[in-house]
């Protein structure tokens, strides 16, 4: 007796907070995690409504006021040819989101497939695949979008590809062992026991019971996304001028922050660390609601 | 009449690099129509990989090296992976040891019944719901229209098993196999699942393959029990023969430890732990604990031998042996 309700509770605990409305009344009651769901609904809200928010236009330029510093009609400053910061990091959300997203939806959907067809079939299919993911994983991630966004040459594409190579592997390995585990579970074994057939299992039983981490390392994966465009597009990589990119910007002010023009690179700067803080945030704070292992 | 299911020679090892572990070693047993057959036996002494072999859902590192298991005549090992998942539900179902792990946390059961009815019988919407409360009747939960809306975690243990009982009933199976049905509830549940199980046994006149070390179980359900030790069956014989005059020094120990109204309060145990399965002992697997064995023993597997009506025992001393 003492065992079952010992061990009812946590999972009930969980269960219920994986309904939407549980879900978004654990979000609120967490601070942290609140703020980091504030953060990107504002910045999408900021993306979708950039035209209408920012006083100037992405690319509109004013030759005669250039590299002023913050004010109240540029509360950013302006850039070495008047552009107005400000109004650029607006717009460059949008790029940034979509790059970001882009690059996830893609890792994940390749990642989740090849892992999920390695611990389902196993045997020589697992070992071939799960080693290319290891062959994957072995270079710096950093390092391996370089190469990759530098062998495909600099485009938006190109850059969103990269990325979502570099994150395959992560994805694959986390469901492969997802799987696996799953696969053990008594209620796997029990469809099997009543004739289930394999794809049926595969797509009711297991798929379902592996996304928690996975949907945990996609938000962290999404701040970590923007950070690698920003810092490709900062060597030349990704996208090139005059696209209001975060990265683009920040190494467009970088030769001004010695002659004390800081903030032309800083304020670019400032959206991405935003960005990456407000997924962590949010992937954080959905570990800790959804994986019952944590509780 | 031929029996149901017939195993012979079965025999199972994991294969691993330092010595095979062989967890079924000839087992065979034949179980009539109709018949309720316990297994007991130690953990470890393949009560439940015998059960998984029939299904065929022994781990894919467990290799079957040798034997047949014939179910109403055709050899479920020599079946390819379709026609096997055609016979599993449809003519064999399982229901196992841990209730509430075995149905999938993300269903409501109502979706979980849905599945099997929709497979098996062919049945939708409000037929299917219906087939469901049915069902949930039968397994005796009170008030069906309300457990169909429950997920796992919203019931008890007991609910849970009742509830995985029906989803392996809804198939209408000829044979049930029940691994450790009990062990996970508490005791007051254990007797209401045990009586469940015995009357659905009768009015559907079901063919149960119960697994358990749990000997009450097997004295309240079963009409033969055969006793599994290291991958063997070292006797088997009607529940009443088995428990009157065992006639092999395991099931006297077994027996044995169990507690009694009458006894003292001290309970004997069986001297020694089951030996690693990569080094079975040669000649009778029990002869290191055995405490009748002598020299020959330790040389010579004992041959099966009949020891009264249906009761059959390994035991070089069968004769000698008496609790």
New interface residues.
Partial sequence: ?S??TL??VP??AA?SGLGPRALARRIRSNPVTALGFAIMLTLILVAIFAPLIAPYGPEELDPSNTLAPPSSSHPFGTGEFGEDIFSRCLYGARWDLTIGFAAVAIGLVLGCSIGAAAGFI?GALDEVLMRIMDMLSAFPGFILALGIAGALGPSLQNLIIAIALVNVPIYARLMRGSLLVVKQ???A?????????PW?VLR??LL??TWAPIFVQATLQFGYAILDAAGLSFIGLGIHLPTPEWGVMVSLGIDRIATGEWWVSFFPGLMIAIAVLGFNLIGDGLRDLIDRRQR | MAPILEVEGLTAAFPAHDGTARVLDGVEFAVEQGETVGIVGESGSGKTMTALSVLQLLPAACQVEAGEILFRGSNLLALGGRRMNAIRGEEISMIFQNPRSSLNPLFRVERTLDQVLRAHRGLKGDEARRASIELLTDVGLPDPERILRRYPHELSGGMCQRVMIAFALASNPKLLIADEPTTALDVTVQLQVIELLARLQREHGLTLLLITHNLSVIAELCDRVMVMYLGRIVEQGPVTEIFDRPRHPYTIGLLSSRPTLAGDGRLSAIPGQVPDLRERPGGCPFHPRCPYAQDVCAEQRPAREQAGPGHWTECHFWREVAP
């Avoid at chain 1, 029990?190 to 004739?195: E, K, S």
């Fill in positions: 007796m065992t079952s061990a009812g999972a009930r269960a196993g579970s008594s209620y074994m029990a469809a099997v026991g009543v004739g289930a057939k049926r009711w039983h379902p019971n």
